[in-house]
T-cell receptor, first 114, second 118 residues
Framework: DVKVTQSSRYLVKRTGEKVFLECVQD?????MFWYRQDPGLGLRLIYFSYDVKMKEKGDIPEGYSVSREKKERFSLILESASTNQTSMYLC?????????????FGPGTRLTVT | AQTVTQSQPEMSVQEAETVTLSCTYDTSESDYYLFWYKQPPSRQMILVIR??????QNATENRFSVNFQKAAKSFSLKISDSQLGDAAMYFCAYRRGYSGGGADGLTFGKGTHLIIQP
């Protein structure tokens, strides 16, 4: 089974702090994704990566950056956390850029910025 | 840009009954994939069912089946013989077909909260 793990289930940070959310997948998947989930808004794509050191902006990249130094690890970085970044963050991975495109999700990190 | 609409924020069904969750989408692409994901209270999203747009036959996975109407851009999920474990948020998602390299994320609807009444 594919396993996607995220470093924290719950995280509390202060406004202005630099925050790192880590994601690791164990199935040699090419693609990795970061989504943000908010009630009533569903999931929205922040960034994704299709190869080591490669990244693409999603629908809501402002205030975020990412890093992928190794194939299995994809980090989401909040350079200066703000209260409007309080949310659930979900990491996902997929095997490749051809069908069937199924994405496997991690358990999520609930981030609170105070 | 593609959009996915789930018009039912919440649905309730009696255990053992059948329920249908609605999803419509908007796209100009001809090659795409549609998904239903389930997110139980434990939060781990899992894939329920997948449909390729080029396939006319509706996908089925045990008690879960879809009604894919390509012309109407509709992709509903039917859950038969509902069980207490089916209680969850259900998200409809869209992905365009092969994009010539790189990757694409999924476009999600806002979700439907399914309640199972014992």
């Amino acid at each position: 089974d594919v396993k996607v793990t995220q470093s924290s289930r719950y995280l509390v940070k202060r406004t202005g702090e630099k925050v790192f959310l880590e994601c690791v997948q164990d199935m040699d998947h090419e693609n990795m994704f970061w989504y943000r989930q908010d009630p009533g808004l569903g999931l929205r794509l922040i960034y994704f990566s299709y190869d080591v050191k490669m990244k693409e902006k999603g629908d809501i990249p402002e205030g975020y950056s990412v890093s992928r130094e190794k194939k299995e690890r994809f980090s989401l970085i909040l350079e200066s956390a703000s209260t409007n970044q309080t949310s659930m963050y979900l990491c996902a991975s997929s095997l490749s850029s051809v069908s069937p495109y199924e994405q496997y999700f991690g358990p999520g990190t609930r981030l609170t910025v105070t | 840009a593609q959009t996915v609409t789930q018009s039912q924020p919440e649905m309730s069904v009696q255990e053992a009954e059948t329920v249908t969750l609605s999803c419509t989408y908007d796209t100009s692409e001809s090659d795409y994939y549609l998904f239903w994901y389930k997110q139980p209270p434990s939060r781990q999203m899992i894939l329920v069912i997948r449909q390729e747009a080029y396939k006319q036959q509706n996908a089925t996975e045990n008690r879960f089946s879809v009604n894919f109407q390509k012309a109407a851009k509709s992709f509903s999920l039917k859950i038969s013989d509902s069980q207490l474990g089916d209680a969850a948020m259900y998200f409809c998602a869209y992905r365009r077909g092969y994009s010539g390299g790189g990757a694409d994320g999924l476009t999600f609807g806002k979700g439907t909260h399914l309640i199972i009444q014992p």
